[in-house]
């Protein structure tokens, strides 16, 4: 339980994430890793056909360590790239890990499901807790819904129990 995973592919979506999880692991003083998992996709294929797209496997995961280390303020990156599914490996990473960070394209139901969900099944399965980002922005201000005369007295403003409770964006409800 000594540093924040993030699940990287090299998408604008994982950007947004990379960016998030710098600002926690900054926050928290804790070292980021970065974890991207390939998998060759067509069945059988000589080793040269895999160690080509092994070599962009690397080049992303070095982009998005390059990119961390350019833009953090002192956070230790490490890295770990994996072959095979990028779920499954954040799942394993996460036993002792004290946050994973996942970025998320915001499917709708059918798209989800046919393609399936790395955010998803990682947020039900992981043994830490699970920042889902799902766009750019500033965190937002807690919204105070004044249902009662109750609340409408109370004077105790809301609060997050901890740093990784936030809403990790803007179009959070």
């Not at 004290?98 to 998320?104: C, M, Q």
Request: charged share 20%; net charge neutral.
């Amino acid at each position: 339980m000594d540093h924040i995973v993030l699940g990287y592919d090299g998408s604008d979506f994982s950007m947004q994430a990379l960016d998030w999880a710098l600002d926690e692991a900054e926050l928290r003083k804790l070292p980021l890793t970065i974890a991207h998992a390939w998998q060759w996709p067509y069945g059988e294929a000589d080793e040269e056909a895999k160690a080509h797209l092994r070599k962009a496997a690397e080049h992303v995961l070095w982009h998005g360590a390059d990119c961390a280390r350019a833009t953090s303020s002192g956070v230790r990156v490490e890295t770990d790239l994996y072959e095979g599914p990028a779920a499954q490996r954040l799942v394993e990473l996460s036993s002792d890990a004290t946050l994973i960070v996942v970025g998320s394209r915001g499917l709708s139901a059918l798209p989800r499901a046919v393609v399936g969900s790395v955010a998803g099944y990682v947020a039900a399965h992981a043994d830490c807790p699970v920042i889902v980002v799902r766009g750019p922005g500033p965190l937002p201000a807690p919204r105070i819904q004044r249902r009662s005369s109750w609340w409408r007295r109370s004077r105790t403003p809301p609060f997050w129990s901890s740093p990784s409770a936030r809403p990790p964006c803007a179009s959070c409800p």
